[in-house]
């Protein structure tokens, strides 16, 4: 059993910059690729990013975010981040990260994962 703790969430201004942390525990991290989702209030949650199980594993991106967000692990701290740059009030949302092994062509749907944390939130406000 994987348990997900995420960090780093908060309000920052449009055009800031946040990162997100997501701690990982009672699992092989390593071998387990990493994806963030959000769900902003009444949407769907929705694919943000994902990397492969190695460091210098592929990333993966959703269309909203491509270009200033970015996605990295260090499987010796059994973290993964996400970087947040050029942020706009709609990429106000509760924010994921999962855990799982999924093919590429699965890479991001949210029934590839079978781990999950609690979100924390990220508000993006004058």
């Known amino acids: 059993q994987v348990q997900l703790v995420e960090s780093g969430g908060g309000l920052v201004q449009p055009g800031g910059s946040l990162r997100l942390s997501c701690a990982a525990s009672g699992g092989a991290f390593s071998s387990y690729a990493m994806a963030w989702f959000r769900q902003a209030p009444e949407k769907e949650r929705e694919f943000v990013g994902a990397?492969?199980?190695?460091?210098?594993?592929?990333?993966y991106y959703g269309d909203s975010v491509k270009g200033r967000f970015t996605i990295s692990r260090d499987n010796a701290k059994n973290t993964v981040y996400l970087q947040m740059n050029s942020l706009k009030p709609e990429d106000t949302a509760v924010y994921y990260c999962?855990?799982?092994?999924?093919?590429?062509?699965?890479?991001?749907?949210?029934?590839?994962?079978?781990?999950w944390g609690q979100g924390t939130p990220v508000t993006v406000s004058s």
């Open positions: 999962a855990a799982g092994r999924p093919i590429i062509s699965t890479i991001r749907e949210q029934r590839a994962y079978y781990y």
């Open positions: 990397i492969r199980w190695t460091a210098g594993s592929n990333t």
